[in-house]
């Protein structure tokens, strides 16, 4: 049988990786497979399935043939091994730690981090007793010395939220890896068409599917994809006999597939969190456009940014796709068609905190909500809003000042976006 | 199980094979060919514990409707089957030899593979020896290596993708099984 070999591209994958035509109807687009179960083909399969002898569907909080095509296409889109979709991506967050930390561990994760994750971290994680050490990540000096024997996972975002500083992700992946623990890396700013963390080195990458990938700002998701390379062989939580599976050892039965499977069968399983099939497939709906979305994006963005940097009422922008910016080099270097789409301002003002009020009312195009990642362009005041449960000082760690404004750049008219950020700061 | 229509896929993760290696020991032509081909599985170095790999690979062959013989010096049944201390001791033709062992034992594996006329020599994930692969190959046999038999057939049959994994299989055309 003479095989055609072909390594297809990002935009092809982003159409077709995962979906196979429906074998019965032929149906070209993904059909929603709105159900909770599915009927057994009998008790014998039954049973292999629920001791995940059989690769198959049992329940959709475990799994769902129209979820499946999401988690396969952006597991293929992130270079992976497979990918587990959540209800969120705190959620994602929530199943990855829960699958590899025990009480008593700790990680090391980047201070600069969305809100929502700090808290997680900070609070939640203490109730389950699991510490998190929290560094300036942009000197690798700074994670060397929070790691301890306790030490689990290295953890950052590609971007970071808000302040847009790049990670330097193949210099923390071979941190990670001389101490023998996975890096985890928030890839949501940069969606695997601006940058695939898991080919830097990165062992895990996570995604709020609700922002880019999505798109559209109708659904909430989360994904967690695998790069299937990390030896999780000593790894206790994936490696040792699980007694909720007939001691089954994860790692050394399903191997580059373990972590997921554990993540999926055990985790998904028993916090709830999964995704709901129609929600995935309004996720597919946006992966399809990803890559011209995202090019539209990035060149609105760096339109913004520059349009903003000269403007006599803006005290600083925090873009990396400027010269001037302290993240420019890790940027060309991890980002090279763009670094996102979000990032911040300070409007130069006696009183920051009024002045940002003032020009926040006096938007039309950009819209005032807690969300990023919209094809509408979208704007916030941080310090009020997504990290306002932060102590002033967690604040300052994370890089957020009182007059900052965030915007997550859409793609509407170019000029249009100018003309609009130019009137509410004439209003200031 | 038909032959299935042709795809244009390289099946390229989860392996230590070089490029070179992964052509010669991992087509997948190859491999859909001899999972439509085969019907008798011997099983070397199938464990007899139920939380082991090669117990979760040989429950699954067997579900799938392949006869499945098991090569255990240790056991005397094993999945209902009955166990055979060696391939030499089989008193029946067999299709494939799908083999859980170490890598320095796939010689001798290769060899008793060969004298019994085996189709296919099947060297499960990270069991790797090229020699052995080579052998068997000069020999006439189909041989994959660093591959699971069970990975392959859920990738090919389209289960793989029910439990969200990467298959790499990418086709516009009507789904069907690719064996």
Known sequence: ?428 | MGSGSSLAVDVSMNTVLTEEERAKFQDSGVIRKVLSTSKTIAIVGLSPKSERPSYFVGTYLKSEGYRIIPVNPMATEILGEKCYPDLLSIPEPVDMVDVFRKPEDCIEVAKQAIQIGAKTLWLQLRVVNIEAGELATAAGLNVVMDRCVKIEHGRYSGSLHWVGMNTEIISARRGQRYF
């Open chain 1, 1 to 428: 049988m003479a095989e055609q070999k072909r390594k297809f591209g990002f935009e092809t994958k982003m159409l077709h990786a995962g979906h196979i035509p429906d074998p019965v109807t032929g149906a070209r687009a993904v059909p929603i497979y709105q159900t909770t179960s599915y009927v057994f083909e009998d008790t014998d399969k039954a049973a292999q399935l629920f001791e995940l002898k059989q690769y198959g569907n049992i329940y959709t909080r475990i799994n769902n043939p129209t979820t499946a095509v999401f988690e396969e296409r952006i597991a293929s889109l992130e270079n992976g091994t497979g990918g587990v979709a959540t209800a969120s991506g705190m959620a994602a967050q929530f199943t990855t730690m829960m699958t590899l930390l025990e009480p008593g561990d700790e990680i090391v994760s980047s201070s600069h981090l969305y809100g929502g994750t700090m808290t997680q971290f900070t609070h939640t994680f203490k109730k389950l007793g699991i510490k998190t050490h929290f560094v300036d990540p942009t000197n690798i000096d700074n994670w060397a010395q929070a790691i301890t024997p306790k030490t689990k996972a290295l953890y950052g975002e590609t971007i970071g939220n808000p302040r847009g500083s790049i990670l330097d992700i193949a210099a923390l992946a071979d941190l990670a890896h001389s101490h023998d623990i996975p890096l985890i890396v928030d890839s949501t700013f940069a969606t695997p068409y601006l940058c695939r963390p898991l080919d830097w080195g990165a062992d895990i990458v996570l995604h709020s599917a609700t922002k880019f990938l999505g798109g559209h700002g109708s659904s909430i998701a989360g994904v967690i994809v695998d790069s299937g390379k990390f030896d999780f062989s000593k790894f206790k939580t994936i490696a040792d006999p699980d007694p909720a599976y007939h001691d089954l050892r994860f790692y050394e039965t399903f191997g580059h597939y373990g972590f997921l499977m554990k993540a999926r069968a055990v985790t998904v399983r028993d916090t709830g969190a999964a995704l709901s099939p129609f929600n995935a497939f309004m996720l597919i709906q946006g992966l399809e456009t990803l890559s011209v979305r995202m090019e539209r994006h990035v060149k609105n963005a760096q339109a913004v940014a520059e349009f903003l940097s000269s403007h006599p009422k803006v005290d600083w922008v925090a873009y990396a796709g400027l010269p001037d910016n302290p993240y420019h080099a890790l940027a060309q270097k991890y980002t090279p068609k763009g670094p996102g789409a979000v990032f911040t301002f300070s409007i130069k003002s006696e009183n920051a905190r009024l002045a940002g009020k003032n020009f926040i009312e006096g938007l039309h195009v950009f819209s005032h909500l807690a969300n990023v990642g919209d094809v509408r362009s979208l704007v916030i005041h941080p310090a009020s809003t997504t990290h306002q449960q932060l102590s002033d000082a967690e604040l300052e760690a994370g890089g957020v000042t009182a007059g900052m404004i965030r915007l997550s750049i859409g793609i509407e008219t170019t000029e249009d976006l100018l003309w609009d950020l130019d009137q509410a700061l004439q209003l200031t």
